[in-house]
């Protein structure tokens, strides 16, 4: 059935999009694809809610994106849950604040705070911490999930995860300070009842990441830490009678989620925030340019077959090993990856063409949408594009377009969500997640 329903899908988007209109192809899809191809809400969060999480960074206040500003743009209205990144994973092999300036120790003043009140001298939690709170204190639905690793603080996951010992301490350690609350410094519980769980986030088990240990070991290791995980959150929670969510954060990649044992984590974790983004970028210096986080996959790309991804793809390899499409959440990029040096190619729009003059940055949406150049639509991965002859600039992402139609995409195949990289990426008017919360949930 999945299949039938994402045939669906896909046929709709690519007879909408014939004239190249992402907004033609989105419109159309309001009027079809709820009647034709998405069954009543189901497989989500509570009463059958689609999950909508939103990933807050801990060094976004640096750059002025505090949490207030998800008021202000309006995405906390979409949000079913918050999940802060990033809790360090210390050498000792312990949960850890890579920045406790940010996390708990910086003064908010009355115009930067959720409350609207400044902190005030001799106040126990300050920073992020005590702000998430206010922001809970708000929107008591929110729910707030700490992230453990990411791409920077994964590299001593194998090494913990190696030995009961080492798992049963790890473990006990995040326990202590994101849900008992028991931070460095501070009163015992100062931070208590502000995250209601964990996302586990090491990138990767069994391949380097960013130049990290990593064997075969971690395989069974990682199995081993995530039931780790569930057991300690549940005697935490078991006074209270209260559950800790447990989700873990995977690759979208085949070659890579085979290094894990999906159908023995799926026992243990509420879902899985597969990663489907990154597909391609601009570390593949010479290109060929390509998507990103494409939902189909595009039949012309020039890549050898064990380099065409898409989220379809990833789907149905999760479904295939055995892990329930309610257990499946998917990730939209709030960025763009781009390549500099390319040439317009026969279709005068740069895509699938060669890279020259190397590699470009990363550019949040919110820079992307205004910068220089013509915004394409490719029918068949339903994904945007942009190209600028001006400078050869090519750049890959999402829009209001992309995201409503893999918004579709999720409630057509009965999966748990979505969960965005990040926040302070979107517009000022939060138009990326308004988009996808319209399209989840129809709010």
């Known amino acids: 059935m999945p299949a039938i329903r994402r045939t669906a899908v896909r046929r709709t988007i690519r007879r909408a999009a014939v004239t190249g ?11 079809a694809a709820p009647a034709s191809a998405a069954p009543a809400h189901g497989g989500g969060g509570p009463g059958g809610q689609k999950e909508l999480t939103g990933y807050f960074t801990q060094w976004g206040i640096y750059s002025g994106f505090m949490e207030k500003n998800l008021i202000t743009t309006g995405e906390i209205n979409h949000l079913t849950e918050l999940d802060y990144g990033f809790s360090d994973v210390t050498a000792d092999g312990l949960c850890g604040s890579g920045d406790s300036w940010a996390d708990y120790q910086r003064p908010f003043s009355a115009t930067e705070s959720v409350s609207g009140a400044a902190d005030q001298a001799g106040q126990a939690l300050l920073g992020n911490f005590n702000q998430l709170r206010e922001l809970k204190a708000k929107y008591p639905k929110l729910k707030i999930v700490m992230s453990i690793g990411g791409w920077s603080w994964s590299g001593q996951f194998s090494q913990l995860a190696s030995t009961a010992a080492g798992r049963q301490k790890f473990v006990a350690s995040c326990v202590d300070q994101y849900l008992k609350g028991d931070l460095p410094g501070l009163p015992a519980g100062a931070a ?70 999906l159908r023995k984590v799926a026992k243990v974790v509420d879902w899985f925030n597969v990663m489907t983004f990154d597909y391609h970028g601009s570390w593949e210096a010479t290109g060929p340019t390509d998507l990103s986080s494409a939902l189909f996959q595009d039949p012309r790309d020039p890549n050898p077959a064990n380099d065409r991804y898409s989220v379809d793809q990833a789907v149905q390899y999760y479904e295939n090993q055995g892990v329930r499409p309610e257990q499946i959440g998917l990730a939209i990029p709030y960025y763009a990856h781009e390549w500099t040096g390319v040439a317009p190619g026969p279709n005068g729009d740069g895509l699938f063409q060669p890279a020259i003059a190397g590699v470009a940055g990363t550019p949040d949406y919110n820079q992307v949408v205004t910068a220089p150049g013509k915004t394409y639509w490719d029918p068949l991965a339903a994904e945007p594009y942009k ?38 990426g979107d517009t000022s008017d939060g138009s990326l997640t308004a988009a996808l919360g319209e399209s989840l949930n129809g709010r």
């Open 21 to 31: 209109a992402a907004a033609t192809c989105a419109f159309a899809l309001l009027g």
């Open 192 to 261: 208590a009842g502000i995250f209601d769980g964990f996302a586990v986030d090491w990138e990767y088990p069994g391949e380097p990441g960013n130049g990290n240990p990593y064997g075969p070991q971690d395989t069974p290791d990682y199995t081993a830490l995530m039931q780790e995980f569930r057991q300690q959150e549940t005697q935490a929670g078991a006074a209270g009678g209260k559950h800790y969510l447990l989700t873990a954060n995977t690759s979208a990649n085949p070659e890579f989620a085979a290094k894990l044992e």
């Open 387 to 424: 190209y600028d002859p001006a400078s050869g600039t090519f750049s890959t992402y999402d829009d209001p377009a992309s995201v409503w139609i893999k918004g579709q995409y999720i409630r057509a195949n009965n999966l748990r969500g979505t969960f965005v990289w990040s926040l302070d």
